[in-house]
């Protein structure tokens, strides 16, 4: 069994009076360690398909399993555990916390599970998350800009600081939305090469990219292109390492 | 955890002047319950140090006709000293007692007369040695001295607080008691528990200094001045402490028999402390306010709870995005709540700090305003209630913990991608044409895209948004037009009561009761220029029953003479009509009884057994019942009275000649100057016998003076419902454009100019201002309502309400420029707005 | 690609709207973003031109300066218009009477229908009558094949729907330019494509309009007569183009 099986997925949004279609009926599976890139269109139902796999949205029919956990069955409770443990998003738009400093948003983070060391239960004590948190920071090279908040920051820092707020959770699945939809092309390659580094192949995680751009589909092991709520094309290739990608 | 309370920190600090106004109204709230409530502990606190300190008489009795001149009029002070130690011998609970003589006369405080009570103690003890307080019920001396071992032999007295307040009487000066108008030294002014409230004679309602005094006197002098040698007429009895009320009239009942059966004197029933006019009064006077205190600080808490709910619903809104990313991070719905209650805990408790200081301090200001206004000489004890201060922050923070729990359960979605998908403009609209729009088409008005149509849309666009904007603006109008249709309806009472039901403009107090009252009122009308009516008035005081009810009634019964068609009052009758047969009740006594119009009722009256001198009148009585038919009620201002026929009173009451108390008249072209030269010309050809000559603007102004804590409570009560509705409306207009951000940058990116929005939003809450307004006013009726008539249940005043068209463009208009301030600030932030970012921020 | 050299300073295409040396400098996080970096540029009307870059490549503040909902240096002069120069009183009777947007988001206000979305336009830009006003309205609703849905809310409508009330809103005043940004963004590509013919229909009727639409994606620019590359706020190209017909897209 695939790490992560999708089968017959349907999603329709109502709004207002209007219903839309967002899915109609896909069919997939993602292996445990791949880099995934689904690919394709505005409208072709990539954030809700990832939505779905990241157990933010219940699919209207169909199924998602991952790692064996019936992840589009779930009750309210067990998806947020689900969430917990096993997701690190990052979005489009960064979605920091405006409130919070870089620093502290992604303590907000590392305060829901802890920090494990070694075999015992993991530590919640504020001196041991900061001191990770700033271990993530800097792997993003933020650093020094820790005590910035959110609106002091430039898009791409905001961007590093949100997938070091993903990564600090140490999930198994990391899922993008359009990580570099908003940022000039140079600094949305720095960013790709960040997440690159940091879900290297040597950690297994597996990890999910939502784009439009298709200069960033040869980042990927496996390239799922939708259109209009369907998979329209799903190939595994030889993944182009992001310094190498031009836009 | 920590990054928890950071984050509410956060949300506080960004949100701070909203969460603060939000705060102060939790202080308000607080503030008043503190304040009020704890007042009153202080009052009763300080009401009963003082009866304590001062030996306030566990019950008094006095001799069975304490007015008259027989031997069931006056005791001989020897022989009842040697009766009660008899006495004391079986019941040792008798701490001390003191025989006293209490009773009422006439004053002449510079050269005006007036009634008066005189209270004479001895200045010895038992033992003969001089002292300088009485064993039972004493006093504290304010000024001048105290009786010396020569007061004795001298005509001096201690004047009363109350009157020597209204005087402004000084040591030294004389004042005239009695029929005899002997001159007494005044040596001091004093205040009595006894008389922290006074009650004078049973007509009038609340009687002002003006018209009741008391003196003390040493009890030589005032045996003297009655000529009654060696007597008195009350015994006033402290007994061990902590005995109940059955105890303590089981023991006075004893005395009683005692004295009745083994020395043959004759009492009238011993009064207990609990019965005490002054005690008795002080009490209810401070247990309606302290119902009043109670019921404000739940209406303002109760609308605190309501601008959190409306503020909390529309910020959990704003913040769906954070609650979004939160979600997906991992975080439970309990943790996210649990934030926003931590923000709401902040704010009570910020809040109920801030009413906890506040209310002290209000304290501070308050208690001794009541103390002035009673003009209470005792200093009011003020210390922190913690009972009361736990209480008010325990009520303070279940008002954050109801009003922030619900509206964000209701509002957290239980899917994060619904939280980062929404969009707050489609959330507030329903995308209907609203109702009044439909129905405006019908009478062809149709107003422009770009003008009118665009706020009557918003106004109606969500029924939540509506209900919060509306909800502000009938929170501000209600409690303003309470407030002020609280002064109003007192106002209103009181110049419907003069200007109306007394139909007079002098009225003529006697001294002493003449029985030729046709006479005089013949000579003054034909010798006094400008009279062009007079009447006059027999009163009397009953006790009315009814079959239908166990009730009684102590009423005061005016016997009303029709002097060609003068009556002297004019009825506002709820029912039927004038009819000297019958009796004509007011709507409480009527209500209390169960009685309506036809019914019957008994009114028990003195009546003269024994008439031993007309002048002064002295006399004895019984009481007898009589049934009279009910022919009319009325609604005014005096609420516990009767009016019958004046030759029903008299021959009920057994007086001899043609008797009267009062005289009224009506004047031709009632001038202050001609009013003053009439009583002038009055006094001076029938000035023997007259005590007081009033006009109607003296007497109210007297009531309203004592009225003076009510208006103050009132003023507060409206400041703190400005403060109030201005906090609240600025929340939700705050919010309301804030919801609103992209579609004023679309509509000013798209050319609409700054004063056509600007214009549009004004018009927008100017409409709603005024649907709140209706609403507000409706609400501040009942409001009202409740307050006048069920809190402050007053039954001797009728206050019938009222709200003037003053106080309803006030409580439009106060709240209006609370709108145009609370809409300024938000407005101006909007447009300022980087367009460029406004309209593109994501939503969908 | 016969990219036309832009560096020099002559402009080959001649028009009606001009832009010269124009400049867009913001701060964001201490860092100094150059979104805009001496363009100068000149536009003629009756085309379509297509604004193609990636994100962070300063397509969108182009529009924006041209919407004078943003501010630049430099000098922008549109019919004759120094529009660089003028007061915001004045930018607000530009923006009133010259400019027709199209939002990514549509931002159609949702208290109107469709209907009255259209007439606010038309009533706030000129000086026609209630009726007037409404046939126009309803003229344009009609051209966007949304006659049958005037009177349907904005939550009664489609994506797409939404977007051709948008345009039919933009276009109805009459204006000097139409400014599209990422009009398809949140659409379906069938509705995406319904939306680019609509505008692409405008642009054949009104040659007096300068059409302008902000794209990320290649595939619709070539919906476009001419096409301006921007690459990191400067103008990477300027291309000429046959345009291909909506319908006949795919992406």
Same mark, same amino acid.
């Given at each position: 069994?695939?790490f992560?099986e999708?089968?017959?997925?349907?999603?329709?949004?109502?709004?207002?009076?209007?219903?839309?279609p967002?899915l109609?009926?896909?069919?997939?599976e993602?292996n445990?360690?791949e880099?995934v890139?689904?690919?394709?269109?505005?409208?072709?139902?990539?954030t809700t398909?990832?939505n779905?796999?990241g157990?933010?949205?219940?699919?209207?029919?169909?199924?998602?399993?991952?790692?064996?956990?019936?992840?589009s069955?779930?009750?309210a409770k067990?998806?947020?555990?689900?969430?917990k443990?096993k997701?690190g998003?990052v979005?489009q738009?960064?979605?920091?916390?405006s409130r919070l400093?870089?620093?502290?948003?992604?303590?907000?983070a590392i305060d829901?599970?802890?920090?494990?060391q070694?075999?015992?239960?993991?530590s919640?004590k504020?001196?041991i998350i900061?001191?990770k948190?700033k271990?993530?920071l800097e792997k993003v090279?933020?650093?020094?800009r820790m005590h910035h908040?959110?609106?002091?920051l #430039?898009?791409g820092?905001?961007q590093?600081?949100s997938?070091?707020r993903a990564?600090?959770?140490?999930?198994e699945?990391?899922?993008?939305d359009e990580?570099?939809?908003?940022l000039d092309?140079?600094?949305g390659?720095?960013?790709?090469e960040i997440?690159?580094?940091m879900?290297g192949k040597a950690?297994n995680r597996?990890?999910?990219i939502?784009?439009?751009n298709?200069a960033?589909?040869p980042?990927?092991?496996?390239?799922?292109?939708?259109?209009?709520?369907?998979?329209?094309e799903?190939?595994?290739?030889?993944?182009t390492?992001?310094k190498e990608?031009?836009? | 955890m920590a990054?928890?309370?950071k984050?509410?920190?956060r949300?506080i600090?960004a949100?701070?002047?909203?969460l603060?106004?939000?705060?102060?109204?939790i202080a308000i709230?607080?503030?008043s319950?503190?304040g009020m409530v704890t007042a009153?502990?202080?009052?009763?606190r300080?009401?009963d140090?003082?009866?304590?300190?001062?030996n306030?008489?566990?019950?008094?009795?006095q001799?069975?006709?304490?007015g008259?001149?027989g031997?069931?009029a006056?005791?001989?002070?020897?022989?009842l000293?040697?009766?009660?130690n008899?006495?004391r011998?079986?019941e040792?609970?008798?701490?001390?007692y003191e025989?006293?003589?209490v009773?009422?006369?006439i004053?002449?405080?510079?050269?005006e007369?007036q009634?008066?009570q005189?209270?004479?103690?001895?200045?010895?003890?038992?033992?003969g040695?001089?002292?300088?307080q009485p064993a039972?019920?004493?006093y504290?001396i304010?000024?001048?001295?105290?009786y010396?071992?020569?007061s004795?032999?001298?005509?001096v007295?201690l004047v009363?607080a109350?009157l020597?307040?209204?005087?402004?009487l000084e040591?030294?000066e004389?004042?005239?008691?009695?029929?005899?108008?002997t001159?007494?030294?005044?040596l001091g002014?004093i205040g009595?528990?006894?008389y922290?409230?006074?009650?004078?004679?049973?007509?009038?309602?609340?009687?002002s200094?003006?018209?009741?005094g008391?003196?003390f006197l040493?009890l030589r002098?005032a045996?003297n001045?009655?000529?009654?040698?060696?007597?008195v007429?009350?015994?006033?009895v402290?007994l061990e402490?902590?005995? #109940?009320?059955?105890?303590?009239e089981?023991?006075?009942?004893n005395l009683?028999?005692?004295l009745?059966?083994n020395?043959?004197?004759k009492?009238s029933d011993?009064?207990d402390?609990?019965?005490?006019?002054s005690?008795?009064l002080m009490?209810?006077d401070i247990?309606?306010?302290?119902e009043?205190?109670?019921?404000?600080?739940?209406i303002i808490?109760g609308?605190?709870i309501?601008?959190l709910?409306?503020?909390?619903s529309?910020m959990?809104?704003?913040?769906?995005k954070?609650?979004g990313v939160?979600q997906?991070?991992g975080?439970?719905?309990?943790?996210?709540?649990?934030q926003?209650?931590?923000i709401s805990m902040?704010?009570a408790i910020?809040?109920?700090?801030?009413?906890t200081?506040?209310?002290?301090?209000?304290?501070?200001?308050?208690?001794?305003?009541?103390v002035d206004?009673l003009?209470i000489?005792?200093?009011?004890e003020v210390?922190?209630?913690w009972?009361?201060?736990i209480?008010?922050?325990v009520i303070?923070?279940?008002?954050?913990l109801?009003?922030g729990?619900?509206?964000?359960?209701?509002?957290i979605?239980p899917?994060?991608?619904?939280?980062?998908r929404?969009?707050? #403009?489609?959330?507030?609209?329903t995308g209907?044409?609203p109702?009044?729009?439909?129905?405006i088409?019908?009478f062809?008005?149709?107003?422009?895209?770009?003008g009118?149509?665009?706020p009557?849309?918003?106004i109606f666009?969500s029924?939540r948004?509506t209900?919060?904007?509306?909800?502000a603006?009938i929170v501000?109008?209600?409690?303003?037009?309470?407030?002020?249709g609280?002064?109003e309806?007192?106002?209103?009472?009181?110049?419907?009561?003069y200007d109306?039901s007394e139909n007079?403009d002098l009225?003529?107090?006697?001294?002493e009761?003449?029985?030729?009252a046709?006479?005089?009122?013949?000579?003054?009308k034909?010798n006094?220029d400008?009279?062009?009516?007079?009447?006059?008035?027999l009163l009397s005081?009953a006790?009315?029953?009814s079959?239908?009810s166990s009730?009684?009634?102590?009423v005061s019964v005016?016997g009303?003479?029709d002097?060609?068609?003068?009556?002297?009052?004019?009825?506002?009758?709820h029912a039927?009509?004038?009819?000297?047969?019958?009796?004509?009740l007011s709507v409480?006594?009527?209500?209390a009884?169960h009685v309506g119009?036809n019914d019957?009722?008994n009114l028990e009256?003195?009546?003269l057994?024994k008439l031993v001198?007309t002048t002064?009148?002295?006399?004895?009585f019984?009481?007898v019942?009589?049934?009279?038919q009910?022919t009319?009620?009325?609604?005014?201002?005096?609420g516990l009275v009767a009016f019958?026929g004046?030759d029903?009173l008299i021959s009920a009451?057994n007086?001899p000649?043609e008797?009267a108390n009062t005289l009224l008249m009506?004047i031709?072209?009632?001038?202050p100057e001609?009013?003053d030269?009439i009583r002038e010309e009055?006094?001076?050809k029938?000035?023997?016998n007259v005590?007081?000559?009033?006009t109607?603007a003296?007497q109210r102004?007297?009531?309203?003076?004592l009225?003076?804590l009510m208006y103050n409570?009132?003023?507060?009560?409206a400041?703190?419902?400005?403060?109030l #509705?201005?906090?609240?409306v600025?929340?939700?207009?705050?919010?309301?454009?804030q919801e609103?951000?992209r579609?004023?940058?679309?509509?000013?990116?798209?050319?609409?100019d700054n004063?056509?929005?600007?214009?549009n939003i004004?018009?927008e809450?100017?409409?709603?201002t005024l649907i709140g307004?209706?609403f507000g006013?409706?609400?501040g009726w009942?409001m009202?309502?409740f307050f006048?008539r069920?809190?402050l249940n007053?039954?001797?005043?009728?206050?019938?309400l009222?709200i003037s068209?003053?106080?309803?463009?006030?409580s439009?208009v106060?709240?209006y420029?609370?709108v145009l301030?609370a809409q300024?600030?938000p407005?101006?932030k909007?447009?300022n707005?980087?367009?460029?970012?406004?309209?593109?921020?994501r939503?969908? | 690609?016969?990219?036309?050299?832009?560096?020099g300073?002559?402009?080959?295409?001649?028009?009606?709207?001009?832009?010269e040396?124009?400049n867009r400098v913001?701060?964001?996080g201490?860092?100094t973003?150059h979104?805009?970096k001496d363009?100068?540029?000149?536009?003629e009307?009756g085309?379509?031109?297509?604004?193609?870059g990636?994100s962070g490549?300063?397509k969108t503040?182009l529009?924006?300066?041209?919407?004078?909902?943003?501010?630049?240096?430099?000098?922008i002069t549109?019919?004759?218009l120094?529009?660089?120069?003028l007061?915001?009183?004045q930018?607000?009777k530009y923006?009133?009477e010259?400019c027709g947007?199209?939002?990514?988001?549509?931002?159609?206000?949702p208290?109107?229908?469709?209907?009255?979305n259209?007439e606010?336009?038309?009533e706030?830009a000129?000086?026609?009558?209630r009726?007037?006003?409404?046939?126009?309205?309803?003229?344009y609703l009609?051209?966007?094949?949304?006659y049958?849905?005037?009177?349907h809310?904005?939550?009664?409508?489609s994506?797409?729907?939404?977007q051709r009330?948008a345009a039919a809103?933009?276009?109805?005043k009459?204006?000097a330019l139409?400014?599209?940004d990422?009009p398809t963004?949140?659409?379906?590509?069938?509705?995406?494509k319904?939306?680019?013919?609509?505008?692409q229909?405008m642009?054949?009727?009104r040659?007096?309009?300068?059409?302008?639409?902000?794209?990320h994606?290649q595939?619709i620019?070539?919906i476009?007569?001419?096409?301006?590359r921007?690459?990191?706020?400067?103008?990477?190209?300027?291309e000429?183009?046959?345009?291909?017909p909506?319908?006949q897209?795919s992406?």
């Amino acid at each position: 069994m695939a790490f992560i099986e999708i089968s017959e997925l349907s999603k329709t949004y109502s709004l207002g009076e209007t219903t839309t279609p967002a899915l109609n009926g896909v069919d997939l599976e993602i292996n445990k360690g791949e880099l995934v890139i689904l690919y394709g269109p505005s409208g072709a139902g990539k954030t809700t398909l990832l939505n779905m796999i990241g157990g933010l949205d219940i699919p209207t029919s169909g199924t998602v399993t991952v790692d064996e956990i019936p992840v589009s069955t779930l009750s309210a409770k067990w998806l947020t555990a689900y969430r917990k443990k096993k997701i690190g998003v990052v979005f489009q738009f960064f979605n920091l916390i405006s409130r919070l400093n870089a620093l502290e948003n992604i303590e907000y983070a590392i305060d829901l599970i802890g920090v494990r060391q070694g075999e015992g239960k993991p530590s919640f004590k504020s001196k041991i998350i900061r001191q990770k948190a700033k271990e993530y920071l800097e792997k993003v090279g933020l650093k020094d800009r820790m005590h910035h908040f959110p609106a002091q920051l #430039s898009g791409g820092e905001q961007q590093r600081v949100s997938i070091a707020r993903a990564l600090a959770k140490e999930p198994e699945i990391l899922l993008a939305d359009e990580p570099t939809g908003n940022l000039d092309y140079k600094i949305g390659r720095n960013v790709l090469e960040i997440m690159e580094a940091m879900t290297g192949k040597a950690q297994n995680r597996t990890v999910i990219i939502v784009t439009h751009n298709p200069a960033i589909c040869p980042l990927g092991d496996r390239v799922v292109r939708l259109s209009d709520g369907k998979v329209a094309e799903n190939y595994t290739q030889k993944y182009t390492p992001a310094k190498e990608l031009y836009w | 955890m920590a990054k928890t309370v950071k984050n509410i920190y956060r949300s506080i600090n960004a949100n701070k002047l909203r969460l603060f106004t939000i705060a102060l109204v939790i202080a308000i709230g607080i503030t008043s319950f503190n304040g009020m409530v704890t007042a009153f502990v202080h009052m009763t606190r300080t009401y009963d140090k003082a009866f304590e300190d001062h030996n306030m008489a566990s019950f008094t009795m006095q001799t069975a006709n304490p007015g008259g001149t027989g031997e069931d009029a006056w005791i001989d002070y020897v022989n009842l000293t040697s009766f009660i130690n008899e006495f004391r011998e079986q019941e040792p609970r008798i701490k001390a007692y003191e025989l006293r003589i209490v009773y009422n006369t006439i004053f002449e405080i510079r050269g005006e007369k007036q009634n008066g009570q005189i209270v004479a103690m001895n200045t010895r003890d038992t033992e003969g040695n001089f002292r300088e307080q009485p064993a039972v019920n004493g006093y504290r001396i304010l000024s001048g001295t105290p009786y010396s071992e020569l007061s004795r032999y001298q005509n001096v007295c201690l004047v009363d607080a109350h009157l020597g307040e209204y005087w402004k009487l000084e040591p030294q000066e004389f004042i005239a008691i009695g029929d005899s108008r002997t001159p007494f030294e005044i040596l001091g002014v004093i205040g009595s528990p006894e008389y922290l409230i006074n009650q004078g004679p049973f007509a009038d309602i609340m009687p002002s200094p003006r018209r009741f005094g008391v003196v003390f006197l040493p009890l030589r002098a005032a045996q003297n001045l009655l000529g009654v040698q060696g007597k008195v007429n009350e015994i006033s009895v402290l007994l061990e402490d902590g005995l #109940s009320k059955n105890r303590r009239e089981e023991i006075a009942g004893n005395l009683k028999d005692f004295l009745e059966t083994n020395h043959d004197l004759k009492l009238s029933d011993p009064v207990d402390i609990d019965n005490q006019a002054s005690y008795w009064l002080m009490r209810l006077d401070i247990e309606e306010a302290r119902e009043f205190g109670i019921v404000l600080p739940i209406i303002i808490l109760g609308m605190a709870i309501g601008g959190l709910y409306v503020l909390f619903s529309r910020m959990v809104v704003a913040e769906r995005k954070d609650i979004g990313v939160a979600q997906a991070l991992g975080y439970d719905r309990r943790t996210i709540i649990l934030q926003y209650l931590g923000i709401s805990m902040v704010i009570a408790i910020v809040g109920t700090i801030l009413g906890t200081l506040l209310g002290l301090w209000f304290l501070s200001y308050f208690s001794p305003l009541y103390v002035d206004m009673l003009t209470i000489p005792f200093e009011p004890e003020v210390t922190i209630e913690w009972p009361i201060v736990i209480a008010g922050i325990v009520i303070g923070i279940l008002t954050g913990l109801i009003g922030g729990y619900f509206p964000v359960r209701g509002s957290i979605q239980p899917l994060p991608a619904e939280s980062l998908r929404f969009d707050p #403009s489609l959330h507030i609209t329903t995308g209907k044409i609203p109702l009044i729009e439909r129905i405006i088409r019908k009478f062809k008005i149709n107003p422009k895209v770009t003008g009118l149509r665009l706020p009557l849309r918003n106004i109606f666009r969500s029924k939540r948004r509506t209900f919060s904007s509306v909800f502000a603006i009938i929170v501000s109008v209600s409690l303003i037009s309470m407030a002020f249709g609280m002064i109003e309806s007192m106002d209103e009472s009181l110049t419907f009561y003069y200007d109306v039901s007394e139909n007079w403009d002098l009225r003529v107090d006697f001294s002493e009761m003449p029985t030729n009252a046709s006479q005089i009122a013949r000579s003054l009308k034909q010798n006094i220029d400008g009279v062009s009516d007079i009447t006059y008035h027999l009163l009397s005081g009953a006790t009315v029953t009814s079959s239908e009810s166990s009730q009684k009634k102590q009423v005061s019964v005016v016997g009303m003479n029709d002097s060609d068609g003068y009556l002297g009052h004019t009825f506002d009758f709820h029912a039927g009509e004038w009819n000297p047969d019958g009796v004509v009740l007011s709507v409480p006594v009527a209500d209390a009884l169960h009685v309506g119009l036809n019914d019957e009722v008994n009114l028990e009256l003195p009546k003269l057994t024994k008439l031993v001198s007309t002048t002064p009148l002295r006399a004895h009585f019984e009481l007898v019942n009589i049934t009279f038919q009910i022919t009319g009620i009325i609604d005014e201002f005096n609420g516990l009275v009767a009016f019958v026929g004046l030759d029903n009173l008299i021959s009920a009451s057994n007086f001899p000649g043609e008797p009267a108390n009062t005289l009224l008249m009506k004047i031709e072209d009632p001038t202050p100057e001609r009013l003053d030269m009439i009583r002038e010309e009055i006094l001076a050809k029938y000035g023997y016998n007259v005590r007081n000559i009033a006009t109607k603007a003296e007497q109210r102004s007297e009531l309203l003076e004592l009225m003076d804590l009510m208006y103050n409570i009132i003023y507060i009560v409206a400041i703190f419902a400005v403060l109030l #509705s201005c906090a609240i409306v600025y929340n939700t207009i705050y919010i309301s454009l804030q919801e609103q951000k992209r579609e004023i940058a679309t509509l000013l990116t798209i050319g609409t100019d700054n004063r056509k929005l600007i214009r549009n939003i004004t018009v927008e809450n100017t409409i709603v201002t005024l649907i709140g307004t209706v609403f507000g006013l409706i609400f501040g009726w009942i409001m009202l309502w409740f307050f006048m008539r069920v809190i402050l249940n007053m039954e001797f005043f009728r206050i019938s309400l009222f709200i003037s068209n003053k106080t309803i463009i006030i409580s439009f208009v106060l709240t209006y420029i609370g709108v145009l301030v609370a809409q300024y600030f938000p407005l101006r932030k909007t447009l300022n707005l980087n367009l460029a970012e406004a309209t593109k921020e994501r939503v969908v | 690609m016969s990219a036309v050299d832009v560096k020099g300073p002559k402009i080959s295409l001649e028009g009606m709207v001009t832009l010269e040396h124009v400049n867009r400098v913001y701060y964001m996080g201490g860092h100094t973003i150059h979104a805009l970096k001496d363009i100068s540029l000149s536009l003629e009307t009756g085309k379509l031109v297509v604004v193609l870059g990636p994100s962070g490549s300063g397509k969108t503040t182009l529009l924006n300066v041209l919407g004078a909902i943003d501010k630049c240096d430099g000098k922008i002069t549109v019919s004759d218009l120094e529009i660089t120069r003028l007061n915001k009183k004045q930018l607000t009777k530009y923006r009133r009477e010259k400019c027709g947007f199209i939002f990514q988001f549509f931002n159609l206000l949702p208290v109107y229908n469709a209907l009255e979305n259209v007439e606010y336009a038309v009533e706030l830009a000129s000086k026609l009558s209630r009726k007037e006003t409404t046939n126009r309205a309803t003229e344009y609703l009609r051209k966007v094949g949304l006659y049958e849905k005037r009177h349907h809310f904005p939550s009664q409508l489609s994506g797409g729907e939404q977007q051709r009330v948008a345009a039919a809103r933009a276009m109805a005043k009459n204006p000097a330019l139409l400014l599209c940004d990422e009009p398809t963004g949140e659409l379906s590509v069938t509705e995406g494509k319904q939306v680019l013919s609509v505008i692409q229909n405008m642009v054949k009727e009104r040659p007096d309009v300068l059409t302008i639409l902000v794209t990320h994606n290649q595939k619709i620019a070539q919906i476009g007569d001419v096409v301006i590359r921007l690459r990191s706020g400067e103008v990477d190209s300027i291309e000429k183009q046959i345009s291909i017909p909506a319908e006949q897209l795919s992406w």
